[in-house]
């Protein structure tokens, strides 16, 4: 763990930014008081920033994960039969 005041951090934040990123925490100081901390990403946390966003929406409850009863997709329930379509198709084009 390092701490770093907010001068120092201003100028070299990509350095402690990469300290994080390998795993370590930084506690950033204001006047000797610690005031924030730039902590390593939790496990589990998609490595894209869109991931990212969604697994905060979802927790922050904006939004609700799918939920499916098994792992299995649903069923298909076609709306007609191939030969069907395929005469549809045909008399579609007739006219061209």
Do not use: C
């Not at 922050?60 to 939920?67: C, M």
């Amino acid at each position: 763990m390092r701490a770093v005041g907010l001068k120092v951090l201003k100028n070299k934040l990509s350095e402690y930014v990469r300290l994080a990123a390998n795993g370590e925490t930084v506690l950033v100081t204001d006047r000797d008081r610690v005031v924030a901390e730039i902590i390593p990403p939790r496990g589990g946390r998609g490595l894209e920033l869109a991931d990212a966003l969604l697994a905060e929406a979802v927790r922050q409850g904006w939004i609700a994960p799918p939920t499916l009863p098994d792992k299995e997709p649903p069923a298909r329930k076609p709306i007609m039969s191939f030969d069907q379509l395929m005469q549809e198709l045909h008399r579609d084009r007739e006219d061209r």
